[in-house]
Nanobody, 120 residues
Framework: QVQLVESGGGLVQPGGSLRLSCAAS????????MAWYRQVPGKQRELVAQ???????NTADSVKGRFTISRDNSKNTVYLQMNSLKPEDTAVYYC??????????????WGQGTQVTVSS
């Protein structure tokens, strides 16, 4: 079994910062791409940022220059540093990872989501 557990969400004022973490655990052989998505009620889930195993990143235009994705392969963890937060960043943030299990089966895994609310 493989699990992704997110942490770090919460309530923050506009202009503030938050750091999200997502730790993968279980029968993991290797983790390939990792990513953060977000979703607001009534809208489709959208990609925020993604990172390859070697560290190459891709960030959505809406958060470029404000959000930074990173990972620690030794800890099977991906991070999302969010700075200069805006009310429109309010959403549930989901962690996603492409994981090969110890049985050499590839799977696409999701975390349970963490709420980020930007409000004064």
């Amino acid at each position: 079994q493989v699990q992704l557990v997110e942490s770090g969400g919460g309530l923050v004022q506009p202009g503030g910062s938050l750091r999200l973490s997502c730790a993968a655990s279980g029968s993991i052989f290797r983790i390939n791409d990792m990513a953060w998505y977000r979703q607001v009620p009534g809208k489709q889930r959208e990609l925020v940022a993604q990172i390859t195993r070697s560290g190459s990143t891709n960030t959505a235009d809406s958060v470029k220059g404000r959000f930074t994705i990173s990972r620690d392969n030794s800890k099977n963890t991906v991070y999302l540093q969010m700075n200069s937060l805006k009310p429109e960043d309010t959403a549930v943030y989901y962690c996603n990872a492409d994981i090969i299990s110890t049985r050499h089966r590839s799977g696409d895994y999701w975390g349970q989501g963490t709420q980020v609310t930007v409000s004064s």
